[in-house]
């Protein structure tokens, strides 16, 4: 299915806060900024969390976490902050949001977050595309599904300073994104990906996820959304039909999908090292925890099918975003 007509919601109200202070039936929400290294293997990634426990919101948190991918030198530097909710704000409409004394407005974002690292951030960001809707508009306002996702503004070009465990850090021209995900628990187990600019085709977008729900005591099969924003077009394999019609599987850090809808199909596959993923917890607005393991280092190739049109292949060696959760 592709569609270029423009969402019936600017991009002020796909970037503002769900989160409502004091709301009992639990909630997690996050902003997050990723660039890759125009030419090295290097990215960052840094997140401004909501997390809100079932039944307890006055225990609500606020989560400032960052990392440093450095692909040359095999090193990856991580770092998280929790404050008190009643130290924290957050716009319900367009992108102002203050967790301590870090901030998020758009176009530009400072703060730090410390651990077992120490990471500090100062930095601005310009340009980017419309918003990559990913799941069926209508689905953002019904109760189902409980996670919700999108790309504000893909292709964003960011500038400014990291300064990670002392180590200023130039962030000149890396290309990456501004990403919105919200909802009352996480989904079960998924593989996430997502392409800001391939080798070759610097315009292109791709987002993808292939993700299962635990129905006790069963499992959901995989439901797998493919967009793909290329040449002037998005492609979206995301209704509902198409979500258990696409196939999708990963093993240990190596994930395949594939989809075909209307005379479209795209089919690709992205996968890592084991040394350029991070492990993280996060927690789970229900109880309980999750894992997720995160790279910004993956590799990606994925083709493009359309009735009557030459085949479409596009790659990278180490600019896709790769997510696994546990």
């Known amino acids: 299915m592709a569609t270029t007509e423009s969402t019936p919601h600017d991009l002020s109200y796909w970037q503002g806060a769900r989160y409502r202070p004091g709301e009992s039936r639990g909630h997690y929400e996050s902003w997050f900024l990723r660039a890759n290294h125009p030419t090295r293997k290097a990215a960052f990634w840094i997140r401004y969390t909501i997390f809100a426990p079932q039944g307890r919101p006055q225990d609500a948190i606020g989560e400032l976490w960052a990392i440093h991918f450095d692909g040359e030198r095999r090193l990856i530097r991580a770092a998280k902050s929790e404050i008190p909710i ?86 000149d021209g890396w290309t990456g994104s501004e990403n919105h995900n919200w909802g009352r628990r996480h989904t079960d187990s998924y593989a996430w990906g997502q392409v800001v600019g391939f080798d070759g085709a610097p315009e292109a977008f791709l987002e993808c996820a292939t993700a299962r729900l635990k129905l006790r005591p069963l499992w959901s099969p995989p439901m797998t959304i493919v967009c793909l924003r290329f040449a002037g077009h998005d492609y979206r394999l995301n209704s509902a039909l198409q979500l258990f019609r696409a196939k999708g599987a990963w093993s240990d850090c190596d994930w395949r999908f594939d989809s075909a809808q209307a005379g479209v199909r795209i089919h690709g596959r992205i996968h890592a090292a084991p040394e350029d993923f991070v492990s993280l917890t996060y927690y789970n607005p229900p109880g309980g925890t999750h894992t997720c393991l995160n790279s910004k280092l993956a590799a990606c190739e994925v083709t493009l099918e359309r009735a009557g049109e030459p085949l479409v292949t596009l790659a990278t060696r180490h600019r896709a975003a790769f997510e696994i959760l546990t």
């Open 86 to 171: 009643g130290d924290c704000a957050f716009a319900p409409r367009g992108l102002d949001i203050r967790i301590g004394s870090a901030r998020l407005q758009t176009g530009e974002f400072r703060g730090s977050a410390s651990g077992e690292h120490a990471i500090r951030w100062t930095l601005t960001y310009r340009d980017g595309g419309t918003p990559m809707i990913f799941l069926p508009e209508r689905s953002y306002e019904t109760r189902l599904p409980a996670a919700k996702s999108l790309c504000t503004r893909p292709q964003t070009v960011f500038d400014g300073e990291l300064e990670v465990d002392g180590e200023s850090i130039a962030i």
